[in-house]
């Protein structure tokens, strides 16, 4: 059968990175399955944002899907014109990023598609067939699957693929979907956090801390050392149920999957649950109070300090040597 | 009120996982289990809409005989009656929610409140794939949720904010963790869930093929990071980051 569809995000009508991520996952998965990659994007009014996924990301065709129901996202619309997609270009593997929203949209395909699906996948390759690796138990163990249905459904873990550019455009057609809106479910709103930071999931560099801080105020001087580096600034969950950091701000196997350039985790002990988000950034430093804490098992430098002291510290020799902003 | 909420009996995550040397599967001997954390605040959530708007919460779970323990802590927090779809397969989120599908239309709830995902297989599909067959529509990832007029408007959490949405009753509602703060079970609480009923039925009661439609090969441990190396001060960080890691 061969084919791709890759359903594209769009937030507030900005194409996600975690796209062409997923369209570097599609491109694997060709070399597989064999055909093209096709991506569809829905909205109301997304020509402009089809024209960028086009230019050159390693898409072979990409599907502008217009329409009044597509305005804002919500599963109970948006299902229907994917199915239809994905018939029409009759795809054999039908994907979407492993985010909010093709956690929330894609088994929705899956099931509607007949199709079996794989969550979170970090590989596809052939082995007497199409196999699909993906992590499980935060991240503790990996499996490899077999997709019994003809028609497979992933969500992609978009930290384990590098948006590709350079590749040849695209050609952009448009898409016309069959939906009615349905009148049980209503999009009301989309609050966007406004930070002059780069978003979690896609910075270089991430400092995250900890319950070990204390409180929410003293975040601050991550944020100050994030300033610097220009990166984002994450939490644990532990550090999120105390009410110390905002739920958007959670890594780990509950929260978002980071890989960044340098991640510093700041009076972060290292539970299990919060390395399942992390393991895959390139550097890894930790700086906490207690050398026995398990994030200096997987940290590439440790520093046993007082976290009050080290960062701060940190922040003014890099600003004095002019590293960072 | 009818409220349906289901548990799913998990390896308790704070315990280290071991895969079988064979790689068919991992070690459940000595294994603790627990009831699946996101569920405890799809539970909860019940219990406060039934303080609110009166009814029943029916809690159901699809496992082996044992999650009849997590089945009675959610009656021991307050659910009403339980429902065990036994099956000692391994089933993919596709087969469970065919099982919920045909559990959730004899019982006809107004609305179906579940964990965002489970903890072990990690997958967050079940709810979505639940609302797709039976029709419903869906809010997941919900950090609030409001019943009024035969609506839910549910504040989502999603990838740079939140959202919300409303939904129209019956819907399928998954639980995030800022939702509410799951109560432990109390002792009376304890005492009136032995008295509780669980009805008991199997997959094929409910006219439910399980086949599988993605099976898993093989178990392995992830590849494990080189250890690292402690430095002695913020000077020392500094230039290996610069020089080493070439991170700066």
């Known amino acids: ?325 | 009120m009818k409220i349906v909420t289901t548990v799913k009996r998990v390896t308790d995550p704070d315990m280290k996982v071991k895969i079988k040397p064979d790689g068919t599967g991992i070690v459940t001997d000595g294994v603790e289990y627990r009831m699946n954390y996101f569920d405890e605040y799809g539970v909860e959530e019940a219990i406060r809409l039934k303080q609110e708007h009166g009814g029943e919460i029916v809690v159901v779970s699809v496992g082996a005989d044992a999650s009849t323990k997590e089945i009675r802590t959610a009656l021991a927090m307050g659910a009403d009656r339980g429902i065990l779809v036994e099956t000692d397969e391994e089933l993919d989120s596709d087969a469970v929610a065919r099982v919920l599908a045909e559990v959730i239309k004899e019982e006809a709830p107004d609305i179906v409140l579940m964990g965002k995902q489970s903890v072990d297989t990690d997958r967050n599909q079940a709810g979505q794939m639940l609302a797709a067959y039976l029709g419903y529509p869906q809010a997941t990832f919900a950090f609030e949720l409001k019943v009024a007029d035969g609506w839910a408007t549910v504040g989502r959490e999603v990838d740079g904010g939140t959202s919300t949405k409303r939904v129209k009753l019956p819907a399928i509602v998954t639980a995030d963790l800022r939702l509410n703060e799951p109560r432990y079970a109390s002792l009376p609480g304890i005492i009136k869930a032995k008295r509780k009923k669980i009805d008991r039925k199997t997959p094929g009661d409910l006219g439910v093929d399980t086949a599988n439609r993605v099976n898993v090969l093989q178990y392995e441990a992830p590849e494990t990071r080189a250890a690292g190396q402690i430095v002695e001060s913020v000077d020392e960080l500094i230039e290996k980051l610069r020089t080493e890691a070439k991170a700066l």
């Open chain 1, 1 to 325: 059968m061969g084919n791709v569809l890759v359903v594209a995000e769009l937030q507030a009508g900005v194409v996600r990175k975690v796209t062409l991520d997923t369209i570097a996952f599609a491109r694997q998965a060709v070399d597989v399955i064999g055909g093209q990659v096709h991506v569809l994007v829905l909205g109301d009014g997304v020509d402009a944002q089809a024209a960028e996924i086009a230019a050159g990301h390693g898409a072979d065709v990409v599907h502008a899907g217009n329409g009044a129901a597509f305005a804002n996202y919500i599963a109970e619309n948006f299902t229907p014109a994917v199915v239809q997609a994905a018939e029409a270009v009759d795809a054999e593997i039908v994907c979407a990023p492993s985010s909010m929203f093709g956690k929330d949209l894609m088994p929705c395909v899956a099931a509607k598609l007949g199709a079996g699906m794989v969550s979170d996948a970090t590989e596809v390759f052939d082995d007497g067939g199409v196999r699909f690796k993906r992590p499980l138990w935060s991240g503790n163990v990996i499996t490899t699957l077999e997709v019994t249905t003809p028609r497979k459904v992933a969500t992609v873990r978009t930290t384990e693929f590098e948006a590709i550019s350079g590749y040849a455009d695209a050609s952009v057609q448009a898409f016309t979907a069959d939906v009615g809106a349905r009148d049980d479910a209503e999009f009301v709103s989309f609050d966007q956090v406004k930070s002059d930071r780069p978003e979690l999931t896609d910075a270089a560099v991430v400092i995250a801390g900890g319950r070990g801080l204390g409180s929410g105020e003293n975040f601050d001087m991550l944020m100050t050392l994030a300033d610097q580096l220009g990166g984002a600034v994450g939490a644990s969950r532990a550090a999120v149920d105390s009410g110390y950091a905002p739920n958007d701000w959670q890594i780990g196997q509950t929260g978002k999957v980071v890989a960044p350039n340098l991640y510093i985790a700041v009076a972060i002990s290292g539970a299990i649950q919060h390395l399942a988000g992390m393991k895959g950034s390139k550097t890894i430093v930790a700086i906490n109070k207690d050398g026995d804490a398990p994030i200096f098992e997987v940290a590439d430098y440790g520093l046993v300090a007082d976290a009050f002291t080290a960062v701060p510290e940190l922040t003014e020799k890099l600003k004095s040597l002019g590293i960072g902003s």
